[in-house]
């Protein structure tokens, strides 16, 4: 056996294993509107791929997430950097730092709904969610930068661009790759479960929570099929992200 | 002495198990939702858990949806009209009873419109979009031939609608009188009417909605029925009978003192529910009249017909419910 082959077995058994587990679950239970078995989920699938309402939902909810994700990001990115030069702003910053990663995510989710508008209600709370993560990841990473090079680099007076380009971003990237990527699929799902409770127009939050009122679960699994598999493609396009820049580093 | 002592072990053994065993045939487990469809079980509830020689567990659960899980776990409960044919299309064995709330719908607001189309350039909120509430206003709009729209802002012209996805998230709004109309139910109604009536601007009900509804088809509005599992209502057609001749007073008893309302809170919050304010008007706003699905069924396909424009037919399951949904006591 090649080694691709093995390579691919192994994940091929396991989805094969969990497809048999919910058969197996979907027989003992016996209510399609409770779980229906995989081939229903497919079928429905199916009817949704070829729905056009199908595409505007996701597009929407799409659009959400990633001006969620980069506003996150890059704010992330920006007082991250900040603050490992300036020892007053990463104090100042701490409060709310703390402050966000501890605030329950359910009373986010409700405050914002009483504050903003169902279209950009979503956004605000992924972001609110997802950017003390990512802030904490950069800002780590930026500090664990190996002291020992930083206090040569000084006694070589190199300079500071080279430093930075040379030492800080090649040291920091895996993190903040890993940190992103992780957080692009966080940030989806919290933008789908925000769009449920904001009823937000064209999303698959509103279409999964329509499926649910009206009893059709097939129709609910096939939307969760769906936002899994977009949540893997944006997880794909980070590390896609992540060869180019580490390619160009190189 | 020894095969004595276990024979006799034996037959203690077998007598639990007995009785065990018929207690379980006596036994009827209801479920029903907050709100109105827990006002039809109320006074059994505060009665204790003895009814015609039955053991009735009665529970209490915090919404329709919250019923979807839990088919498998009732014998008899209250839902909405339409959640019921949809469970039937779908090839559950449940029949409809009778339907007993006939609407707690109310257009809600601060100021007193004369007409639906004065409502053109407003906002409306709504609990639920897609759900039977919605449904049914938007299907009043247009009969009378009002524009309608889900916006951010007010447009001129037309209604423009807002969702929340359940009353909860725009009570504070309401009261606080950032939002000026509202279409929500019973026992919303009263929480909003109380919490507003000794400041300036009090909330006003604006339009009945179920009236409406009977003024624009001809038929009464068909909201929550008291369904039962088909199995159960074929072996125990006695109990069935009894417990209609009891909820059809369910209205009366409520509101023949503050007393028996005492009780109907104490009694749905003990059995998982929670209602704050229950006054007369709650009752009657609430259109608690049980009637027997033969009786009901002309009223309730007007209903499922207008629903099956909805959607692709998706509130009812995609059909209207053959004959063997209505149940019937031969």
């Known amino acids: 056996m090649s080694g691709a082959a093995k390579n691919l077995i192994y994940p091929i058994l396991g989805a094969a294993a969990f497809i048999l587990l919910w058969l197996i679950a979907a027989a003992a239970i016996g209510a399609e509107i409770i779980l229906p078995a995989p081939d229903r989920a497919a079928a429905a699938l199916f009817e949704l791929l070829k729905s056009g309402a199908f595409w505007v939902d996701l597009a929407g909810t799409l659009d959400r997430s990633l001006k969620s994700f980069f506003l996150s990001f890059l704010l992330a990115l920006a007082l991250a950097a900040a603050s490992a030069l300036s020892r007053p702003l990463r104090r100042f910053l701490s409060p709310w730092i703390v402050i966000l990663r501890s605030v329950p995510t359910i009373s986010v989710i409700l405050i914002s709904l009483l504050w903003l508008k169902s279209s950009l209600a979503p956004i605000f709370i992924a972001f609110l969610i997802t950017f003390p993560n990512m802030y904490s990841a950069i800002y780590g990473a930026i500090e664990g930068v190996d002291p020992g090079l930083v206090e040569m680099s000084r006694l070589y007076k190199v300079r500071r661009r080279d430093m930075v380009t040379r030492l800080y971003i090649p040291s920091i990237l895996p993190a903040v790759f890993t940190s992103a990527r992780s957080n692009i699929s966080l940030n989806l ?48 396009a980070v590390e896609g992200v992540k060869r180019a820049v580490i390619r160009w580093k190189a | ?82 959640m019921a044919a949809n469970l039937y299309n779908k090839g559950t064995s449940i029949q409809l009873v009778s339907v007993v709330v006939h609407g707690t719908l109310y257009l809600v607001g601060r100021s007193q419109i004369s007409s639906l ?31 309608y729209n889900e916006d951010e ?31 929500i ?47 159960f209502l074929d072996k125990n057609p006695g109990l069935v009978e009894k417990i209609l001749q009891k909820i059809d007073g369910a209205a009366d008893w409520l509101k023949e003192s503050e007393q028996n309302r005492q009780a109907a809170k104490e009694a749905i919050a003990e059995k998982g529910g929670a209602i704050s304010l229950l006054a007369e008007q709650t009752v009657d706003r609430s259109n608690i009249r049980p009637v027997r699905a033969e009786d009901a069924k002309a009223a309730l396909e007007e209903y499922y017909n207008v629903l099956l424009q909805v959607n692709g037919g998706a509130p009812i399951g995609g059909k209207l419910p053959d004959n063997g949904f209505y149940y019937k006591a031969d």
């Not at chain 1, 449920?196 to 059709?216: F, H, N, P």
């Not at chain 1, 129709?219 to 099929?225: E, F, Y």
């Not at chain 2, 709009?141 to 524009?147: D, E, P, R």
């Open chain 2, 1 to 82: 002495m020894r095969m004595k002592k276990i024979a006799l072990l034996f037959a203690a053994l077998l007598f639990a198990m007995s009785a065990c065993a018929q207690e379980g045939e006596k036994s009827v487990s209801i479920i029903v939702p907050n709100g109105a469809p827990a006002f039809v079980f109320a006074q059994m509830m505060s009665e204790g858990g003895q009814f015609e020689g039955y053991e009735v567990a009665c529970e209490v659960v915090l919404g329709a949806e919250a019923l979807q899980a839990r088919i498998n776990d009732f014998d008899l409960a209250v839902m909405p009209t339409n």
């Open chain 2, 117 to 147: 189309k004065s409502l053109k350039g407003k906002v409306v909120y709504n609990i639920g979009k897609g759900n039977t509430p919605d449904i049914t206003f938007k299907y009043l709009l247009k009969q009378s031939g009002i524009a």
């Open chain 2, 153 to 183: 802002n007010p447009n001129e012209g037309e209604v423009t609608l807002k969702y929340v996805q359940e009353a909860t998230q725009l009570m504070p709004q309401l009261i606080s009188g950032e939002i000026e109309y509202a279409v």
């Open chain 2, 185 to 231: 139910g019973e026992p919303q109604v009263t929480q909003a009417l109380e919490n507003t009536k000794n400041s300036e601007n009090p909330i006003q009900v604006i339009f009945d909605i179920q009236q409406k509804w009977e003024e624009m088809t001809g038929k009464p509005y068909p909201q929550a029925a008291l369904v039962g599992k088909k199995d």
């Open chain 1, 189 to 236: 799902k919290i933008i789908i479960a925000s769009e449920v409770l904001a009823q937000t127009r064209e999303s698959v939050g509103m279409a999964m929570q329509l499926s649910k009122i009206y009893l059709d679960t097939p129709m609910l699994m096939a939307w969760t099929a769906a936002a899994i598999v977009l949540a893997a493609l944006l997880e794909l």
